[in-house]
């Protein structure tokens, strides 16, 4: 009777955990890019209206479906996606794009979500 305690508790725990990473996983890694995001704005000087890049010329595009099949999956796109969703990254006219430093300074939910403090 004790084994099977045992061994039922085991398997709860393993649950416990395997539903943990399913949650947490995804959102690590969509923190991680959204950093990555925001570094490639700066590095590419992409902050003002003035220097907006298009997504192409920042390398967040997102790819086709060929170019995505063997490869692990790109969370970039999908954090651009999420900042430009909070407003904080931000379309020209012309179709470019650039980070508004002012917004990411002021936005709570992003600054805890990629630990950009």
Do not use: C, H
Request: glycine share 6%.
């Amino acid at each position: 009777m004790g084994d099977q305690v045992s061994a039922t508790l085991a398997v709860i725990i393993l649950l416990v955990v395997l539903v943990g990473a399913v949650y947490y996983i995804p959102r690590f890694l969509v923190g991680r890019a959204v950093k990555k995001v925001v570094a490639i704005f700066r590095k590419a000087g992409a902050t003002s209206p003035q220097t907006a890049k298009s997504l192409d010329e920042l390398g967040l595009a997102p790819k086709s479906y060929a170019q995505r099949m063997f490869r692990t999956r790109d969370y970039k796109p999908y954090a651009a996606r999420l900042l430009g969703q909070a407003e904080i990254m931000r379309a020209t006219e012309e179709g470019k794009v650039y980070l508004s430093e002012e917004a990411l300074a002021n936005s709570p939910q992003v600054k805890k979500f990629a630990r950009m403090d």
